[in-house]
């Protein structure tokens, strides 16, 4: 029987630790490959949100008026019955007052129920706030009896400059002491182009119309 040559341990080490490194060494490249190849990969592209529609390009000409139509039918006009006070505004897209339009309240005493007019005394105490008079200050209009009125805005904000082209909401509030409260919010979009929108009627306020036209 041939004797096999004795192998020094060592040589044995050698080559186990030998085979272990190239093992590792082996998943090491293919771990630098994968980690190259992620990181080689293209990125997402981001979503892109949609653009909002732009306000047509212009301002209020004028030529132009909107007109604030209503009628207010009293549901009771016994002998206790208090003629309403009524306010016309308009706002702009992000809720800013840009103009009181129309105010009619009873004069002296009466000053006191104009608290009644919540909406308008907001619109009122933002537009006070940036330097402008009261409005209370500024209209001398009397009450008036149920019936059907109408305003007309010419288009300038408090400044007295033409507002943009653009969308805005249309206020008219009502209330009379002792009586009830309501008011109607109507959004419109103005620009070249006439238009006639009704409103949506809230107690004694009905017959809501916001008309915008060649001024006659």
């Known amino acids: 029987m041939t004797a096999k040559p004795d192998v020094p341990q060592h040589s044995l080490i050698s080559r186990r630790k030998l085979l272990a490194r190239t093992a590792f060494g082996g998943l090491g490249v293919f771990l630098a490959a994968t980690s190259t190849a992620t990181a080689a990969k293209p990125k997402k592209k981001p979503t892109t949100t949609r653009p909002t529609k732009a306000s047509p390009a212009g301002t209020f000409s004028t030529k132009q008026e909107l007109i ?13 019955f208090h003629n309403p006070y009524v306010a016309v505004w308009v706002q702009d897209a992000e809720g800013v007052p840009v103009r009181i339009v129309h105010l009619e309240y009873q004069q002296d005493r009466g000053r006191k129920w104009l608290k009644d007019m919540k909406r308008w005394a907001r619109a009122d105490d933002i537009l006070i706030a940036v330097g402008k008079k009261s409005s209370s200050d500024t209209f001398t209009m009397a009450t008036r009896q149920p019936g059907s009125y109408s305003v007309a805005w010419d288009g300038l904000n408090a400044d007295g400059s033409p507002v943009p082209f653009g969308t805005y909401d249309v206020y008219v509030e009502a209330a009379r002491e002792k009586g009830p409260y309501q008011f109607v919010k109507t959004q419109v979009t103005i620009g070249e ?21 060649a001024k006659s």
């Open 68 to 80: 604030v139509g209503w009628t207010f039918s009293a549901q009771d006009t016994g002998r206790r």
């Open 193 to 213: 182009t006439p238009f006639v929108k009704p409103g949506t009627p809230s107690g004694e306020l009905t017959a809501i119309k916001i008309e915008l036209k």
